[in-house]
């Protein structure tokens, strides 16, 4: 962009006023409160896009973002400035295909601690880690992964107009962690849905059996498992085994692990023991920490006619004040 043409968009004065716009959260300092969102602006800083990106934070908190609508691939904008029409604007990304996305979900299903997280509305910092070990990163390498138009008459790439769509993009992040993967081609109820499926097919006892209980043995198969009068009481469960048709040991679990030891006899004389733990216990036991606006990341953005994403940030903040 020349000089003369940095004229002649000064020419056009300050942005227009837009009633009801979109403004960032933050009035001074960084944006962005949350890792993936602090993430995906730094990413964009490194690209060095100097001050673009300043004239775009301030548009952003002026609230000249009329609209922002992210979809697999693409995020939409349109953002006011100072011609009368307001620009649009459009920023792709490729989202990652069906196939890819099977893998991904099969490694965050395999995974307790991932499964456990996303469920519960909240994506761990360790996950940038696992969609870059499957060949998946979360985040653009290259600002020319982004691919960028703006109608207005600006050359530069971003404009302020872009640059101020990237900083409501952030927040958007911060007010559902989904938004980023559901840029990148999976929505939250896509993506949980198909983790829940994948957690109960691997959790899923064999044809006929009971969760919790051993098989019965097929008909045909040996002899009659040993009967309980004529087993050593030791205190072990046994199951028949299907080489050589024995029977193997196996240490006992649960309830029966508990009361093996107990004696036999009437509850009364067994009363002393009856509340020991099977196995120590730590001194301190674990604790949970979760945020206070766990819910709202559950829930997602209310609809707009009841306040869409400014009644959840408000909430947000009340909890958080609550909490404190």
């Known amino acids: ?61 002026a609230g000249q973002v009329v609209s922002l609508d992210v979809n697999p691939g693409v995020v939409r904008a349109v953002v006011q400035g100072s011609r009368p029409r307001p620009y649009q604007i459009q920023v792709a990304l490729p989202p990652f295909p069906a196939r890819l996305w099977a893998r991904i979900e099969a490694e965050l299903a395999a995974q307790a601690f991932f499964s456990a997280r996303l469920l519960a509305g909240d994506l761990p910092a360790e996950l940038e880690e696992l969609f870059a070990g499957v060949g998946a990163p979360l985040f ?15 050359a530069a790439v971003p404009c302020k107009h872009l640059a101020a769509t990237f900083y409501l993009l952030a927040e958007s992040f911060d007010a559902d962690p989904f938004t980023l993967l559901h840029w990148r081609g999976r929505s939250r109820a896509q993506l949980l849905s198909r983790l829940r ?15 919790g209980e051993l098989p019965e043995p097929r008909s045909g198969t040996g002899p ?44 009364a004389e067994a009363v002393d ?40 940030e408000r909430l947000r903040h009340a909890y958080r004040q609550l909490g404190e």
């Open 1 to 61: 962009m020349s000089a003369d043409s940095g004229g002649r968009f000064a020419d056009y004065g300050r942005p227009r006023r837009v009633d009801g716009g979109l403004r960032a959260r933050s009035t001074r300092g960084a944006i962005g409160v949350s890792w993936w969102s602090r993430r995906f602006l730094e990413v964009l800083e490194s690209f060095a896009l100097g001050t673009r990106l300043t004239r775009g934070r301030a548009y952003a908190r």
């Open 197 to 211: 499926e994948l957690r109960a097919v691997g959790s899923a006892p064999e044809p006929g059996v009971v969760a």
């Open 224 to 267: 009659s498992p040993t009967p309980e009068s004529d087993a050593p009481d030791d205190g072990r469960e046994r199951h028949p085994t299907s080489p050589g048709h024995r029977e193997a040991d196996v240490p006992a679990a649960g309830a029966a692990r508990a009361l093996a030891n107990l004696p036999a006899a009437p509850l």
């Open 273 to 312: 023991r009856f509340w020991l733990p099977p196995v120590p216990l730590p001194d301190r036991p674990p604790s949970l920490t979760s945020r206070p606006d766990l819910l709202l990341r559950q829930l997602g953005a209310p609809a707009p006619a009841i306040g869409g994403p400014g009644l959840a």
């Open 140 to 154: 653009p390498a290259a600002v020319t992964e982004l691919r960028q138009r703006c109608s207005c008459p600006d």
